[in-house]
């Protein structure tokens, strides 16, 4: 069992470029969720999905797409990088209350 | 907005030492839950206490919730090295499995 892994672990993007977070599960958990974590801060919620094909909003959608077209994966798309998008980037999923996490991927945006 | 404020931001002991965090936040909730973040990790659920318990154990984990005064505590028992991490409180309000609010962490340092 892997739990929860992401794609990629670092990545340095340049202002107005776009790229994909890929995130994968194999515990067959319904619920999918995407945070940012910024220095000192604790994990805000970006958007989040209850099931294949649903996607909602969280906290801090704006600048950010996502996508669940199958059960097991759930994409987070930046389309304009901004320099405020820099962050580390954790996924989670679960099946209620309790999340598993991944171990999160490094972004920079310059 | 963040729900949860951990409370202190920072606490050192030595190893063998109690550790006491606490947590308040600022509606009603289904439970609480800590998680514990490693430098450079993604977050590790420790415990989850439901809007009807006042008290849970776990090994050398002790948490409370005190729903009227909107608080929890998590105690870690006879500390190791190896407990230093940041520990997060999380509260979810709505349906199971919505969303969970976290606050700001307070960063746990034993010394040996």
């Known amino acids: 069992n892997a739990g929860v892994t992401q794609t990629p672990k670092f990545r340095v993007l340049k202002t107005g470029q776009s790229m994909t977070l890929l995130c994968a599960q194999d515990?067959?958990?319904?619920?999918m969720y995407w945070y940012r974590q910024d220095p000192g801060m604790g994990l805000r919620l970006i958007h989040y999905s209850v099931g294949e094909g649903t996607t909602a909003k969280g906290e801090v959608p704006d600048g950010y797409n996502v996508s669940r077209l199958k059960k097991q994966n759930f994409l987070l798309g930046l389309e304009s990088a901004a320099p405020s998008q820099t962050s580390v980037y954790f996924c989670a999923s679960s099946r209620r209350e309790t999340q598993y996490f991944g171990p999160g991927t490094r972004l920079l945006v310059l | 907005s963040q729900q949860g404020e951990e409370d202190p931001q920072a606490l050192s002991i030595q190893e063998g030492e109690n550790a006491t965090m606490n947590c308040s936040y600022k509606?009603?909730?289904?439970?609480l839950q800590w998680y514990r973040q490693n430098s450079g990790r993604g977050l590790v659920h420790l415990i989850l206490i439901r809007s009807n318990e006042r008290e849970k154990h776990s090994g050398r984990l002790r948490v409370t919730l005190d729903t009227s005064k909107k608080s929890s505590s998590l105690l870690i028992t006879a500390s190791r090295a190896a407990d230093t991490a940041s520990y997060f409180c999380a509260t979810e309000a709505g349906q199971a499995g919505t969303a969970l609010i976290f606050g700001k962490g307070t960063t746990l340092s034993v010394s040996s």
């Open positions: 515990m067959n958990h319904e619920y």
């Open positions: 509606t009603s909730i289904n439970n």
